[in-house]
């Protein structure tokens, strides 16, 4: 596969939120008619933060960048990934002189990353432990639903196997299920910074027994432009199996990923968890999964009492004695549920017994056996809307889940031409309700280099969505939730009314 060469440029880049602007008009006493239903149209402005990949010598790490043709999208525009760089202690950064933090030339000497046009992705490769955060930016017909993907795969050591992330706009509140500080595992959160003035962040970690005091997590400061990976076991002497990371920024605003690695079972990328809710889908288990962890917190002041249900291609089915979980308030709360799937598609559906109460989740899932396991995160997500897309596919070795936990819905899916060249092609299915299907998603005609898949539900019933990348290596993989692109933005239709100039 042709791939061009990533560039790293350092440099300030600031991210900017979409911002829709109309001017809303009241109704008048006379009866003129209200402002009509809000019109979809596409984004001017679109940031995105990648962590840094890896601290192995020997990772390799692909990204991938992809904007989904967009009807009314300007003609013009551009997209351009730049490097934050890591802060030292003495408050320098790790590729200032074009040097990494061992002393190893930087990628930033290299040539430009450069989008292609709508419609066709483009690929960059970086190797080794130097490389940054990155930094994103894209405006014009760049912007709507900008996705990039990046990719690392390490062949030893901790963490090794296939890690994948989806990069994710700046935010002031995160929550991580999920995460842990026991013994075997090596997990940090990376905070990245796009803005032009220092973010301050708190980060806070909730175990079996509640909050963990954690001063040394209190009032982190985060540079401009800037990243900071945090290692959490720096942060509390408890050792615990099971952690709920809750990321909340007091100034400014940062990108959180955590990065999770095990000494014998591999490790991954764990995204954010969809935002607090009584009901969660958590879409995408792979059919071979050997076992699979849940991980469930609230944080409010009441306990929650979860139905616990899998949706197989059949139907919604209930697991053997893992009916319902019962998750105390401010308490992290875990269940093994197993080798859940035994060889078909599934997601886990949770839904309250009774009153519901607002909930974060997540699933630990290991494939493999033995000295051969390998461990991915799939976080409660939500639902696709009116689009999602996947950057970084290849036909024999992605996997697209999609799940219609309450009623049928149909969808269409597209594949993109490939880096290399080919030619989209699309197909039209039917999810039916309460069910997961892991579908023969196209692959573009004529297809070279890797592609896109964007998913554009056909009915209003809530659809969800996750992506599985293997590797070759027989247990190596890597999972993405689909939610949202954000490539479209509401703005409301507005009227007339001259009425008012009389008040």
Same mark, same amino acid.
């Given at each position: 596969?042709?791939?061009?060469?990533?560039?790293?440029?350092?440099?300030?880049?600031?991210?900017?939120?979409?911002?829709?602007?109309?001017?809303?008009?009241?109704?008048?006493?006379?009866?003129?008619?209200?402002?009509?239903?809000?019109?979809?149209?596409?984004?001017?402005?679109?940031?995105?933060?990648?962590?840094?990949?890896?601290?192995?010598?020997?990772?390799?790490?692909?990204?991938?960048?992809?904007?989904?043709?967009?009807?009314?999208?300007?003609?013009?525009?551009?997209?351009?990934?730049?490097?934050?760089?890591?802060?030292?202690?003495?408050?320098?950064?790790?590729?200032?002189?074009?040097?990494?933090?061992?002393?190893?030339?930087?990628?930033?000497?290299?040539?430009?990353?450069?989008?292609?046009?709508?419609?066709?992705?483009?690929?960059?490769?970086?190797?080794?432990?130097?490389?940054?955060?990155?930094?994103?930016?894209?405006?014009?017909?760049?912007?709507?639903?900008?996705?990039?993907?990046?990719?690392?795969?390490?062949?030893?050591?901790?963490?090794?196997?296939?890690?994948?992330?989806?990069?994710?706009?700046?935010?002031?509140?995160?929550?991580?299920?999920?995460?842990?500080?026991?013994?075997?595992?090596?997990?940090?959160?990376?905070?990245?910074?796009?803005?032009?003035?220092?973010?301050?962040?708190?980060?806070?970690?909730?175990?079996?027994?509640?909050?963990?005091?954690?001063?040394?997590?209190?009032?982190?400061?985060?540079?401009?432009?800037?990243?900071?990976?945090?290692?959490?076991?720096?942060?509390?002497?408890?050792?615990?199996?099971?952690?709920?990371?809750?990321?909340?920024?007091?100034?400014?605003?940062?990108?959180?990923?955590?990065?999770?690695?095990?000494?014998?079972?591999?490790?991954?990328?764990?995204?954010?968890?969809?935002?607090?809710?009584?009901?969660?889908?958590?879409?995408?288990?792979?059919?071979?999964?050997?076992?699979?962890?849940?991980?469930?917190?609230?944080?409010?002041?009441?306990?929650?009492?979860?139905?616990?249900?899998?949706?197989?291609?059949?139907?919604?089915?209930?697991?053997?004695?893992?009916?319902?979980?019962?998750?105390?308030?401010?308490?992290?709360?875990?269940?093994?549920?197993?080798?859940?799937?035994?060889?078909?598609?599934? &997601?886990?559906? $949770? =839904?309250? /017994? +009774?009153? %519901?109460?607002?909930? !974060?989740?997540? *699933?630990?899932?290991? @494939? #493999?056996?033995?000295?051969?396991?390998?461990?991915?995160?799939?976080?409660?997500?939500?639902?696709?809307?009116?689009?999602?897309?996947?950057?970084?596919?290849?036909?024999?070795?992605?996997?697209?889940?999609?799940?219609?936990?309450?009623?049928?819905?149909?969808?269409?899916?597209?594949?993109?031409?490939?880096?290399?060249?080919?030619?989209?092609?699309?197909?039209?299915?039917?999810?039916?309700?309460?069910?997961?299907?892991?579908?023969?998603?196209?692959?573009?005609?004529?297809?070279?280099?890797?592609?896109?898949?964007?998913?554009?539900?056909?009915?209003?019933?809530?659809?969800?969505? &996750?992506?599985? $990348? =293997?590797? /070759? +290596?027989? %247990?190596?993989?890597? !999972?993405?939730? *689909?939610?949202?692109? @954000? #490539?479209?933005?509401?703005?409301?239709?507005?009227?007339?009314?001259?009425?008012?100039?009389?008040?």
């Amino acid at each position: 596969m042709n791939r061009t060469t990533l560039s790293l440029i350092a440099g300030t880049t600031a991210l900017a939120a979409v911002t829709a602007v109309a001017a809303l008009s009241t109704p008048s006493a006379s009866g003129a008619p209200a402002p009509g239903a809000a019109a979809q149209l596409p984004v001017q402005r679109t940031g995105l933060l990648c962590p840094a990949p890896s601290v192995s010598d020997i990772a390799d790490t692909t990204y991938t960048s992809f904007t989904p043709v967009t009807q009314g999208a300007p003609s013009s525009g551009k997209a351009q990934l730049q490097a934050a760089p890591e802060q030292s202690a003495d408050g320098t950064d790790g590729t200032q002189q074009g040097k990494g933090k061992s002393g190893k030339k930087t990628t930033a000497d290299q040539p430009a990353l450069t989008p292609k046009a709508p419609g066709t992705p483009v690929t960059g490769d970086t190797s080794g432990a130097d490389t940054p955060a990155l930094i994103g930016t894209a405006d014009g017909k760049f912007a709507p639903g900008w996705t990039v993907q990046e990719t690392t795969e390490i062949a030893a050591g901790t963490g090794r196997g296939l890690q994948g992330v989806t990069c994710t706009p700046a935010d002031t509140e995160f929550w991580f299920p999920g995460a842990s500080t026991a013994a075997s595992r090596t997990d940090y959160v990376h905070l990245t910074n796009p803005d032009d003035s220092a973010a301050v962040v708190d980060v806070e970690l909730y175990g079996k027994n509640g909050a963990i005091k954690s001063p040394l997590g209190e009032n982190l400061t985060v540079k401009p432009h800037s990243s900071e990976p945090i290692l959490l076991s720096t942060l509390t002497d408890e050792r615990q199996d099971d952690l709920t990371v809750h990321v909340s920024v007091r100034s400014g605003r940062v990108g959180a990923t955590v990065q999770a690695l095990d000494d014998k079972s591999g490790g991954d990328w764990l995204a954010a968890a969809a935002d607090p809710a009584g009901s969660l889908v958590l879409p995408g288990i792979p059919k071979d999964a050997t076992d699979v962890r849940l991980i469930a917190f609230t944080p409010g002041d009441a306990d929650a009492d979860l139905k616990i249900r899998l949706a197989s291609p059949d139907g919604l089915i209930t697991p053997a004695g893992n009916e319902e979980l019962h998750v105390k308030s401010g308490m992290t709360t875990s269940a093994d549920l197993g080798p859940l799937t035994r060889g078909e598609a599934g &997601s886990l559906v $949770l =839904t309250p /017994t +009774d009153q %519901s109460v607002p909930v !974060v989740a997540a *699933l630990r899932v290991v @494939r #493999g056996k033995g000295a051969n396991q390998e461990t991915a995160f799939i976080p409660a997500t939500a639902p696709v809307g009116a689009r999602a897309t996947a950057a970084d596919n290849s036909a024999k070795n992605t996997t697209l889940a999609l799940t219609a936990p309450t009623a049928t819905a149909k969808v269409k899916v597209t594949a993109s031409a490939g880096s290399d060249g080919g030619t989209a092609v699309s197909k039209t299915y039917t999810i039916k309700a309460g069910t997961t299907q892991d579908i023969d998603a196209p692959v573009p005609s004529g297809a070279k280099g890797t592609y896109a898949l964007t998913i554009e539900p056909l009915t209003t019933t809530p659809l969800y969505a &996750s992506r599985t $990348l =293997t590797s /070759t +290596d027989p %247990s190596g993989f890597t !999972v993405q939730t *689909l939610p949202n692109d @954000r #490539g479209l933005v509401s703005v409301p239709r507005t009227s007339e009314d001259l009425s008012i100039l009389q008040k």
